[in-house]
């Protein structure tokens, strides 16, 4: 299995994923040379690609979509409310007959990969996460949430590759330049999930055999890399698990630059 971040960030969020013979993308929002880029440092192209899965309809994880859609004729799944919602915002600039509805819990097979949807707590439309499994390997991206419960602990349970959103610092949200309604939006249930959250969730879901955790989604003007690196680090360090921090290995995606492919 390969998972690789080609972006994440409000700027635009695309991740890769898949086996020897099956990739998908989740997400697609930078552009399509950016993506095209990103796969020919691996040696693809689009071509090679089998699907698109997106986590909903907020335009950092769909801009790429339509100059993507019209190079290559591949599925595009999601839930039928991201579906409606991604029409009614790019028009008829993709053929309905592209998408492929797919539900939270309800597994879906693409080539000999396993895509699960998983409820997420975001102001969108009908928004997921993804469990991916293939080869006997358990990747995760859980992004674009403002809380987490039992239930997301449990689908990211025993995974070998996770990306996790951390998305802000609250000292620095709360004193930054937002307006109010927006600070209240992103610390809110359906907002996005902080640092410390963040570390509070991975402390909740560790296991030995976790190949990979990337901090995703950090906003740019509430966070930095550091110190989302270092807080979630700290979380897990002041945990009463087994785990230590230094040897977990956590590392922060790029907005702009993809990280290093990791192969499970």
Known sequence: MIFQSFASGSSGNC???????????????????????????????LEDLDGIFLTHEHTDHIQGLPMIAKKTRMPIYATRGTIE?????LGDAIDPQ????????????????????????HDAAEPVGYRIFGEGK???VCTDLGCYDNYTVDCLQDADVLLLEANHDVN?????????????RILGNLGHLS??????????????????????????????????????????????????????????????????????
């Open 85 to 89: 919602a991604v029409q009614k915002k």
């Open 195 to 264: 640092n410390v959250s963040s570390g509070e969730l991975l402390t909740k879901v560790l296991n030995d055999h976790l190949k990979a955790v990337f901090l995703g989604h950090l906003s740019q003007e509430n966070n930095y890399p550091d110190l989302a690196f270092e807080t979630v680090r700290l979380e897990v360090m002041e945990s009463t698990g087994d785990y230590r921090a230094e040897d977990l290995p956590i590392s922060v995606a790029s907005r702009q630059q993809p990280t290093a492919a990791v192969e499970f």
């Open 172 to 184: 620095m949200l709360q004193v930054g330049p937002y307006p109010y309604r927006l600070k209240q």
């Open 98 to 121: 592209r998408f492929v509805t797919v539900q939270a819990d309800t597994p879906v097979t693409v080539g000999d990969l396993t895509v699960n949807p998983m409820k997420i707590s």
């Open 138 to 140: 358990k990747a995760c």
């Open 15 to 45: 991740i890769l994923v898949g086996s020897d013979s099956c990739r998908i993308l989740v997400d697609c929002g930078i552009s399509r040379k950016r993506t095209m880029d990103a796969l020919a440092a691996q040696d693809m192209t």
